[in-house]
């Protein structure tokens, strides 16, 4: 069976699929790796590299293959070039991608959608949002010291005493925890608040001191947060602003699958920030952590520059693709047998990331949202 790594066509996307490390561990179960020329490009793998690791490297990889893995999702005309009971693998966020559903529905062939891992131990190392949050929370601090009109560290001098950067993480998730990480090595004081109780102790172990707030801990399923009411976002936000006021730089990281990002951080709290002060929401793209923030677009909110993220993983392209490729490249393997990919929907892991197969749509969010969108449109009636 052929496995196809596609270019990947989006402009802000730079990472790849799979990276020659990963090839030749397909290769050694039997399976055949084609390659668009130029897909590793930014991610500083070569063509001869994907060659040496026995790829084949085309511009025909896709024609009649079995398998597709992207980082993105295909386009209509690549899914129409695979075989007709093609399996594809790819990040796949489907409240944007209702017309790719239907197409794949409508043609038989299979999908996963590598944000839906389930989060349990056995899926670890297929874990793709986790992977990619690493990089994304790495990112994001970088991007507020680089941004901060003043130091991070602590330097003590002959002409006198620098004090260190106030650093704020809101969210202790895996992209928090790299951001609370990554600030402290840069020499910064770091708080960080997260709604669940678990997220104190890794906070603290990171050198960083963790914001109680008297108000219910928020656990939900697999390790995330469950969705708060807006009187208790409420409650948080007037707790959390003189916390805000303080810091020199905020990174904003929380998330709930499935759901817009939480509102963490209204205008005005940010409007209180000192001058010069930044502010780095990596939930730009679900609608945002903080109030007016726009997935790639800066503004300015009072004194505080005010960054929206925008796919900031793909920034990182070296190391988030072999993260991505091995995440992706474990995947496989699980269904793979005698250099033949057999899904076993029976399996856990299989079942909560399948979203199409043999012309239905499994997953039922998806399900629900294609029973709201029109015919012959992208989106469902909230979208509008």
């Given amino acids: 069976m052929r496995v196809a790594v596609p270019r990947e066509t989006r402009s802000d996307e730079r990472r790849v699929a799979l990276v020659p490390e990963a090839v030749s561990r397909l290769t050694k179960v039997g399976l055949e790796v084609a390659v668009e020329p130029g897909a590793g490009e930014h991610a500083r793998a070569s063509d001869d590299e994907y060659r040496d690791a026995g790829a084949t490297v085309a511009e025909e990889a896709l024609d009649g293959a079995n398998v597709l893995v992207s980082v993105q999702p295909p386009q209509g005309a690549q899914v129409e070039r695979l075989a007709s009971a093609a399996i594809i693998v790819t990040f796949l966020p489907t409240a944007n991608e209702l017309e790719l559903i239907r197409l794949l529905r409508d043609s038989g062939r299979t999908a996963f959608a590598m944000e839906l891992i389930p989060r349990i131990s ?24 680089e941004r901060l ?14 004090r260190p950067a106030a650093v ?29 109780a678990a997220a104190a102790e890794e906070v603290r172990s990171l050198g960083a001191q963790f914001i109680q707030l008297e108000l219910p801990t928020l656990e939900g399923a697999g390790g995330y947060a469950r969705e708060m009411t807006e009187d208790r976002a409420n409650m948080q936000r007037e707790l959390l602003a003189p916390h805000v006021a303080d810091a020199d730089a905020l990174i904003t990281t929380a998330a709930v699958p499935g759901r817009p990002a939480p509102l963490l951080v209204t205008s005005d709290m940010v409007k209180r920030m000192k001058p010069g002060s930044v502010v780095v929401d990596l939930g730009a793209e679900q609608g945002g952590n903080v109030e007016g923030s726009r997935p790639g677009e800066e503004v300015t909110v009072g004194d505080a520059l005010l ?16 993260l991505y490729a091995a995440n992706v490249t474990n995947l ?37 949202l294609l029973g709201a969108a029109p015919e012959g449109t992208g989106q469902g009636e909230e979208g509008r």
């Fill in 307 to 322: 960054i929206g993220g925008r796919n900031l993983p793909s920034q990182l392209p070296v190391q988030a693709s072999q």
């Fill in 149 to 162: 009109p003043r130091f991070f560290p602590l330097f003590m001098t002959a002409a006198g005493t620098v």
């Fill in 332 to 368: 496989l393997l699980l269904m793979t047998e005698e250099g033949t990919v057999r899904p076993d929907l029976e399996d856990e892991i299989l079942a909560g990331c399948c979203i199409t197969h043999a012309g239905e749509v499994r997953h039922e969010a998806t399900r629900e």
């Fill in 122 to 145: 056995r899926a670890q190392s297929m874990d793709a949002l986790s992977s990619q949050a690493l990089a994304a929370g790495y990112r994001a601090t970088l991007i507020a010291a």
């Fill in 168 to 196: 704020l993480v809101l969210g202790a998730g895996v992209a928090g925890l790299q951001a609370v990480a990554t600030a402290r090595r840069l020499g910064a004081v770091v708080h960080a608040y997260d709604v669940r």
